[in-house]
Structures are given as C-alpha cells and as structure tokens.
Antibody
Framework: EVQLVESGGGLVQPGGSLRLSCAASGFTLSDHYMDWVRQVPGKGLEWVGRTTNRATSFATVYAASVKGRFTISRDVSENSLYLQMNSLKTEDTAIYYC?????????WGQGTVVTVSS | DIQMTQSPSSLSASVGDSVTITCRASQDVTKYLAWFQQKPGKAPKSLIYDASRLQSGVPSKFSGSGSGTDFVLTISSLQPEDFATYYCQQYKSYPYTFGQGTKLEIK
C-alpha cells in the first residue's frame, strides 16, 4: 500500500527548532517530487516547499514565509523525507502534511501537529 | 503569487443534488489546476488534477472543467460522504497556492 506517515510534531518555544519526518512505504521516495503543506487548524492550506526527484538532483524550493528558516531533505536509504524547522515563530503553528508531488499532490500523510508557543 | 478565489465559500445542498464550485486564478494557470476534498480531522484527498483528470480511484460523480483562469468542480448525486470542504490549487508556478475552500453542508 502506498502510504506516507509523518512524525516529529510537538510543542516548541518561539525561536526553537523541530525536525519533522515523513516515512514512505509502497513506493520509492527518491523517484518522486515531494512536498510539505501546512494548515492552521480550521483554516486553509499553505504550500511550504518541495524537493524534486533524483533525476533532477533533489533540488528544493520554498515559500517565502519559510525560506531561510526551513530545510527539506531526504534519506534515500530510509525512504524518508524531512523538514528541519529553525527560528520557529508562533505563526508556524499548524498541522504539517507531507505529500507526493505527482499529478499535483496525489498522496498525503495524516499530518503532524506543530505548536509554537511560550 | 497567483491568487486562487473559490466561490461560494459555503454551500448547502441535499442528498441527491448536484452542485458546482468555481475557482478563479489571478493569472493564467493553463491546465495546472487540482481539486481536493477534506473532511474534519483528516488530510486532504486528491480528486482531480490537470483541471479535468480524475485521480485513480475517485468516482466519476466528480468532474472538473476549465482552463486558463476559470475552473469548475461538479459533484453529482450528492451522498452523505460528499459533505466536506473542497479546495482548488494551482501548480503552474511557485509558490503553489490554494483557494480558501468551499464548505459543502447538508441542507
């Protein structure tokens, strides 16, 4: 079964860091573009960033709101995707989803909650 | 950035009805428009990509049309499981952007 499972969310203070993980099963992560999307509970969806596939050298692109603070990476051997979040702000509080970037976003994980609060 | 505007923001309908949701892009996105369904407490689910192509496993009661800046999602023969929030999204250019959502409620 093709599946994505996120983990790593939690409560962090403003200015702190957190690393989210997204474990893929049923397909090879490195063959696909992968994205992070976030959603403030009860609000709309916001695209966070993308990493391309092996064929295009795993390039990354980010939303302006997180550029310079967030970094997307992969572990090919673990078939996993990561989102390193630094210098966190209260406005980064959201549910974070990883999604496979095929035909837009065809597969989504269940999400992991990040709360930035003192 | 490309702004995506959905209308209406909310919609009431009865089981068995057909409904349409529109999505307008502030710039030409050609065919690079997707639709998602989201139920409370769940991740979004992909319904349509490339404006009119059904994702694998999505029933044909969902259909999409349009190109350029104006798009439509049509849902026919509404069933209780179809009442949810629907989002459009453009993937023509970065940053990818979503509409604000349309909440479909049971009348």
């Amino acid at each position: 079964e093709v599946q994505l499972v996120e983990s790593g969310g939690g409560l962090v203070q403003p200015g702190g860091s957190l690393r989210l993980s997204c474990a893929a099963s049923g397909f090879t992560l490195s063959d696909h573009y992968m994205d992070w999307v976030r959603q403030v509970p009860g609000k709309g969806l916001e695209w966070v960033g993308r990493t391309t596939n092996r064929a295009t050298s795993f390039a990354t692109v980010y939303a302006a709101s997180v550029k310079g603070r967030f970094t997307i990476s992969r572990d090919v051997s673990e078939n996993s995707l990561y989102l390193q979040m630094n210098s966190l702000k209260t406005e980064d509080t959201a549910i974070y989803y990883c999604a496979r970037g095929f035909h837009s976003f065809d597969i989504w994980g269940q999400g992991t909650v990040v709360t930035v609060s003192s | 950035d490309i702004q995506m505007t959905q209308s209406p923001s909310s919609l009431s309908a009865s089981v068995g009805d057909s409904v349409t949701i529109t999505c307008r892009a502030s710039q030409d996105v050609t065919k690079y428009l997707a639709w998602f369904q989201q139920k409370p407490g769940k991740a979004p689910k992909s319904l349509i990509y490339d404006a009119s192509r059904l994702q694998s496993g999505v029933p044909s009661k969902f259909s999409g049309s349009g190109s350029g800046t104006d798009f439509v999602l049509t849902i026919s023969s509404l069933q209780p499981e179809d009442f949810a929030t629907y989002y459009c999204q453009q993937y023509k250019s970065y940053p990818y952007t979503f509409g604000q959502g349309t909440k479909l409620e049971i009348k």
